[in-house]
């Protein structure tokens, strides 16, 4: 074999992989139906579907909430003196002042499928 007959190796073309969209537009196929697409990570807009009653998801909402609100006020008690007059106390005192136990105790009515 003559010298320089052999290709060297770094002179092959690079070769790509098509994109899921690419070999479907070369393949003329038709795009994926939305239930496919969202679950394939497809469309990242799509919102999760969440199964609880509006009952349970207010009550998780407002527990989280709760939640917030206590760590927040730790955090207010564990700050040093000269960080009292900051935005950063006004905006934690403000989350403590707030009265969510009254937002907890109400409780949206129920709908016609009674959940």
Not at 45 to 58: E, K
């Amino acid at each position: 074999m003559p010298t320089g007959s052999s290709p060297a190796a770094g002179s092959r073309p690079e070769t790509r992989r098509r994109t899921a969209a690419e070999q479907r537009q070369a393949s003329g196929s038709l795009p994926r139906p939305p239930f496919e697409a969202a679950i394939a990570g497809g469309e990242p807009n799509t919102p999760p579907v969440d199964r609880r009653g509006r009952l349970q998801r207010w009550d998780d909402a407002t527990n989280v909430m709760l939640g917030i609100q206590v760590e927040c006020v730790d955090w207010l008690m564990a700050l040093p003196d000269n960080l009292r007059g900051t935005a950063m106390a006004e905006a934690l005192e403000a989350i403590a002042d707030l009265d969510l136990t009254a937002l907890a105790e109400v409780k949206p009515p129920r709908g016609y499928r009674r959940d």
